[in-house]
């Protein structure tokens, strides 16, 4: 993992707690992984292993799952974290263009 | 394609008097107007005055929440009606909604139904703020200070009566949404060519680039009521990847839906560099990006304006970091195994290419 993408995760994470008014903490472990602690919830992050077709691995209440980016990691953390989070909302691309052409 | 304006704000804030100055006016002649009113009889529509080649359709009911699908069909039915010649050729449409109407759901309803693709084209959206009472209505109705937030240009009425406009209500549109020129109706008055001028594509840009929005970046702590309505702008000297862009704004509609009130943007992309993108969103939904010919002015940086409820700027701007830093290590990665680097999303290929 290259030392830009470890720091701008971390600050991701940390952001994301205060954005989403959960009151918890970031941590970074000496292998590169991070492990969020919020409430009863210890969640940990850590690169996937090569062989597998993902990025990143999320273990949450000792189930491991698979995450393709940083968006995916996200998703799987606010799940975790916030009851009432749905992830229901996604890109809609408007059938009008901005102008006319 | 027909420009559709919308015109809000709350109630009593002379959107109806307004509409009946320009009405009246040789420039606004062939305008086809929507009035939308809350309540089982209507009443603004007789107080409208069309000429000749101009008309007036009313809808009652709330705009925003059930009766969306009407407003479709209703554009879609006078667009019928005008290709047939069963009403004047208007040039364009304006929606005066309901005071009490969120405005972005009829944005999003004007981006995205089928019916309509292809047809219009989102002009557009007018606030009006009363002078007299626009201070309390702001402090007392979220949906006002929505209505502010999502326009394009602001006009201040009955500033005759309050003898100008209070520093205090100056203070919090620019806090609400600096970016929007204001202008004042005297006596319902306005110029008409000021407003409703469907500048589109170049007064997005030309918004983004002469720097209004950086009176956000001095005031944006100081500001943060209404609601948790605020605006900040996201500035990056470099280049931004297309799939970081659609990661960006994927991850966006996801957490913060109708908190994200509004997004426009000037971009380089850096697949595309000589051209920038221009990006518009309300909410979760986003038009194609458009893509200016050349860039309006020295100033190459990416620039993304947000107006937002409730969402650190911090966050937004350690989510684009992330994304950015991750794109560009697979990018490296793939560079390195000697392949080209997949370009994932469709909407944003140069449409020259």
């Given at each position: 993992?290259?030392?830009?993408?470890?720091?701008?995760?971390?600050?991701?994470?940390?952001e994301?707690?205060?954005?989403?008014?959960?009151?918890?903490?970031?941590?970074?472990?000496?292998?590169?992984?991070?492990?969020?602690?919020?409430?009863?919830?210890d969640?940990?992050?850590?690169?996937?292993?090569?062989?597998?077709?993902?990025?990143?691995?999320?273990?949450?209440?000792?189930?491991?799952?698979?995450?393709?980016?940083?968006?995916?990691?996200?998703?799987?953390?606010?799940?975790?974290?916030?009851?009432?989070?749905?992830?229901?909302?996604?890109?809609?691309?408007?059938?009008?263009?901005?102008v006319?052409? | 394609?027909?420009?559709?304006a919308?015109?809000?704000?709350?109630?009593?804030?002379?959107?109806?008097?307004?509409?009946?100055?320009?009405?009246?006016?040789?420039?606004?002649?062939?305008?086809?107007?929507?009035?939308?009113?809350?309540g089982?009889?209507?009443?603004?529509?007789?107080?409208?005055?069309?000429?000749?080649?101009?008309?007036?359709?009313?809808?009652?009911?709330?705009?925003?929440?059930?009766?969306?699908?009407?407003?479709?069909?209703?554009?879609?039915?006078?667009?019928?009606?005008?290709?047939?010649?069963?009403?004047?050729?208007?040039?364009?449409?304006?929606?005066?909604?309901s005071?009490?109407?969120?405005?972005?759901?009829?944005?999003?309803?004007?981006?995205?139904?089928?019916?309509?693709?292809?047809?219009?084209?989102?002009?557009?959206?007018?606030?009006?703020?009363?002078?007299?009472?626009?201070?309390?209505?702001?402090?007392?109705?979220?949906?006002?200070?929505?209505?502010?937030?999502?326009?394009?240009?602001?006009?201040?009425?009955?500033?005759?009566?309050?003898?100008?406009?209070?520093?205090?209500?100056?203070?919090?549109?620019?806090?609400?949404?600096?970016?929007?020129?204001?202008?004042?109706?005297?006596?319902?008055?306005?110029?008409?060519?000021?407003?409703?001028?469907?500048g589109?594509?170049?007064?997005?840009?030309?918004?983004?680039?002469?720097?209004?929005?950086?009176?956000?970046?001095?005031?944006?702590?100081?500001?943060?009521?209404?609601?948790?309505?605020?605006?900040?702008?996201?500035?990056?000297?470099?280049?931004?990847?297309?799939?970081?862009?659609?990661?960006?704004?994927?991850?966006?509609?996801?957490?913060?839906?109708?908190?994200?009130?509004?997004?426009?943007?000037?971009?380089?992309?850096?697949?595309?560099?000589?051209?920038?993108?221009?990006?518009h969103?309300?909410?979760?939904?986003?038009?194609?990006?458009?893509?200016?010919?050349?860039?309006?002015?020295?100033?190459?940086?990416?620039?993304?304006?947000?107006?937002?409820?409730?969402?650190?700027?911090?966050?937004?701007?350690a989510?684009?970091?992330?994304?950015?830093?991750?794109?560009?290590?697979?990018?490296?990665?793939?560079?390195?195994?000697?392949?080209?680097?997949?370009?994932?999303?469709?909407?944003?290929?140069?449409?020259?290419?």
């Open positions: 993992m290259s030392d830009s993408l470890q720091d701008s995760l971390y600050e991701l994470l940390v994301s707690l205060a954005a989403w008014r959960i009151a918890g903490s970031v941590d970074r472990a000496a292998d590169g992984s991070f492990l969020v602690r919020a409430g009863a919830n969640i940990r992050i850590e690169r996937a292993p090569k062989h597998l077709p993902f990025r990143w691995m999320v273990t949450t209440a000792g189930r491991k799952r698979g995450a393709l980016s940083v968006v995916a990691v996200l998703r799987q953390l606010r799940t975790a974290l916030d009851p009432g989070y749905v992830p229901s909302n996604r890109v809609r691309i408007a059938v009008s263009p901005q006319a052409s | 394609m027909i420009p559709v919308v015109l809000t704000g709350f109630l009593g804030s002379g959107k109806t008097t307004l509409l009946s100055h320009l009405l009246r006016q040789p420039e606004f002649a062939r305008t086809a107007v929507l009035i939308n009113e809350f089982e009889v209507g009443l603004d529509h007789e107080l409208v005055e069309a000429s000749d080649d101009s008309f007036i359709e009313l809808s009652t009911g709330c705009l925003c929440c059930k009766v969306r699908s009407d407003l479709a069909r209703t554009i879609d039915d006078i667009l019928c009606r005008r290709e047939c010649a069963k009403l004047p050729p208007f040039d364009r449409i304006v929606i005066e909604t005071g009490l109407a969120d405005p972005a759901p009829i944005l999003q309803t004007l981006m995205t139904d089928v019916k309509l693709a292809g047809r219009i084209v989102l002009g557009d959206v007018v606030a009006t703020v009363d002078a007299v009472n626009g201070l309390d209505t702001l402090e007392r109705e979220e949906v006002s200070a929505k209505q502010v937030a999502l326009a394009d240009h602001l006009v201040l009425t009955k500033s005759d009566l309050a003898n100008g406009a209070q520093p205090q209500l100056l203070d919090r549109l620019a806090a609400l949404n600096s970016g929007a020129p204001l202008l004042y109706a005297h006596h319902g008055k306005i110029e008409p060519q000021s407003i409703f001028d469907a589109g594509l170049e007064s997005r840009a030309k918004f983004l680039d002469d720097g209004t929005w950086l009176v956000n970046e001095a005031c944006e702590h100081s500001h943060d009521r209404h609601a948790g309505i605020k605006t900040f702008a996201l500035v990056r000297e470099a280049p931004i990847r297309a799939v970081a862009l659609t990661l960006l704004l994927e991850a966006l509609a996801e957490h913060c839906g109708a908190d994200l009130l509004r997004l426009k943007a000037i971009v380089q992309i850096a697949e595309y560099p000589e051209k920038p993108a221009v990006l969103g309300v909410q979760h939904v986003f038009h194609p990006p458009a893509w200016l010919k050349r860039w309006p002015s020295g100033e190459r940086r990416s620039r993304l304006v947000f107006i937002t409820r409730r969402i650190p700027r911090a966050w937004v701007e989510l684009l970091d992330a994304v950015e830093a991750e794109v560009a290590e697979v990018e490296e990665a793939e560079t390195h195994q000697n392949r080209r680097p997949a370009r994932r999303h469709a909407a944003m290929r140069d449409p020259d290419h």
